[in-house]
């Protein structure tokens, strides 16, 4: 299931890259949430979840789903402002392969539980080989930009830190219920963020498709199989198996866009691939026991 949102995920940039008339990636991050938040209260009230119970019930996890949509809006709304300093290939490597670091870390200082040498060779093998694909598919942004780097090192923190919160909450709560709460807490922010840091919107009739697969399935759906999937593996190689996301842009750049990448990228391709198998025969190797919640 986490591999699974992994590939969803990566579909986003081809998505994104055929999406036309739009003012501001800001109102793209918007509008993902927006419509992954919607999803999720309509399958919570189809599914007849008491999503409301925790957070009427529970300061603790209340506090902690606040903080969870805290993470959400800030990952969209630095990750795209730091795609458009740095450049697509660079931001993205840099968001998206400093994650598996961040939630190691996080792991080990907040939740007293350290990684083993295998999940470790595993998660630098695969954020070598992220790099390395970038790197020979070559940069339109030559120039460092140090605040569009902080900004892309925020989002990758952000979002380990939105998994590792993930990853208790759904201990005592449908991962759903606790999706919908993260999601509408992080609608509340990124409205005015949006609003704040962007034109009004303006979006042709012929990109409320894009967004609508961008919202409901590379957000909603991906982050539903997230949630359910945190309840058997740790939150830190939740985090790592992501790097799919990378590994599907990769191929969709080279099946759909054309691009002929060079015989390092490929090498830099099997590197993540063996990295991320690694992970998973890590993991494989503990025993989770979720907590499912009616």
């Given at each position: 299931m986490a591999l699974g949102a992994a590939v969803l995920w990566g579909t986003t940039g081809t998505a994104q890259a055929l999406l036309p008339g739009i003012s501001s990636p800001y109102w793209i991050g918007f509008l993902r949430i927006a419509l992954a938040a919607a999803f999720f209260v309509v399958f919570n009230l189809l599914n007849r979840k008491r999503s409301?119970?925790?957070?009427?019930?529970e300061p603790s996890a209340r506090r902690m789903v606040l903080l969870a949509g805290g993470c959400i809006a800030t990952y969209n709304l630095a990750f795209f402002a730091g795609v458009k300093a740095t450049g697509v290939a660079v931001g993205t490597v840099v968001a998206i392969g400093s994650g598996p670091l961040c939630?190691?870390?996080?792991q080990a200082i907040f939740l007293k539980r350290s990684q083993s040498v295998m999940w470790w060779t595993g998660t630098l093998l695969g954020v070598a080989g992220g790099v390395t694909m970038v790197a020979a598919r070559g940069t339109t942004h030559p120039e460092i930009d140090v605040l569009g780097l902080s900004l892309c090192l925020a989002a990758g923190l952000a979002y380990s830190a939105y998994t590792l919160l993930t990853k208790r909450l759904v201990q005592m709560?449908?991962?759903a219920a606790?999706?919908?709460w993260s999601f509408v807490v992080a609608g509340a922010i990124a409205l005015p963020a949006a609003t704040a840091l962007s034109e009004p919107l303006s979006l042709s009739i012929d990109g409320w498709?894009?967004?609508l697969y961008l919202g409901l399935v590379a957000t909603g759906i991906s982050y539903l199989l997230f949630g359910h999937a945190l309840q058997y593996i740790s939150g830190s190689t939740g985090v790592t198996l992501a790097l799919a996301e990378p590994l599907t842009a990769f191929l969709l750049a080279v099946l759909v866009v054309g691009e002929r990448p060079t015989i390092y990228a490929y090498g830099g391709l099997a590197m993540a691939i063996l990295g991320l198998l690694i992970v998973m025969?890590?993991?494989?190797?503990?025993q989770?026991?979720?907590a499912v919640v009616a």
């Open positions: 409301a119970r925790l957070m009427l019930v939630a190691g870390v996080l709560e449908s991962p606790i999706t919908m498709g894009v967004i025969r890590s993991e494989l190797q503990f989770y026991k979720p």
